[in-house]
């Protein structure tokens, strides 16, 4: 049964739910695993920060989130089809969670940030194939 998402741990729950279909996803999956070698200790608990701080106001994320987006597109290209199977397991475990006005408002920010990241990595896409 949906909940309402409200705390810290609720965020925690969110994301790490997230990643485990993002693992197991087998468009995504691999970025991460093969072409990015992420450090899942290191990248959860930064994304714990991120979020909370976007929902609940917190201010513990420190970081930018795109540069590590465009260094990555420079190894493997980030389509537009990935951006959309990302957003879509996005919305599909916060609907599979959550619901009320932070759960809806998870899904547009996701939804903003993945637009406004896909539209820049895709600059940095045709820079590289112009270049080449
Ligand atoms: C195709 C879609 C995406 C892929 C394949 C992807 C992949 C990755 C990878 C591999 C990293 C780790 C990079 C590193 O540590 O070097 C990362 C970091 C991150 N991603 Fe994404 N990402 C995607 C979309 C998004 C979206 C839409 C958001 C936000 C809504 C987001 C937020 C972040 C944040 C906050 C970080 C941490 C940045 C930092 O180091 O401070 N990502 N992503």
């Known amino acids: 049964m949906p909940k309402l998402l409200e705390t810290r741990e609720d965020v925690e729950l969110m994301v790490n739910q997230f990643y485990q279909k993002i693992r197991q996803d087998a468009e995504l999956g691999y970025i991460f695993e093969e072409v990015a070698h992420i450090d899942w200790e290191l990248h959860l608990p930064k994304m714990y920060d991120f979020w909370e701080g976007i929902l609940l106001g917190t201010a513990n994320y420190m970081g930018r ?4 987006h465009f ?21 599909e475990n916060v609907d599979a969670l959550f619901e009320g006005d932070i759960a809806a408002e998870a899904k547009y920010r996701a939804y903003s940030i993945a637009t406004i990241m896909n539209q820049r990595v895709q600059q940095v896409n045709a820079q590289i194939s112009e270049e080449n």
């Open 65 to 68: 989130p795109m540069p590590p």
């Open 71 to 91: 260094r990555l597109t420079t190894k493997h290209t980030l389509t537009p089809a990935h951006f959309d199977r990302w957003l879509h397991l996005f919305f």
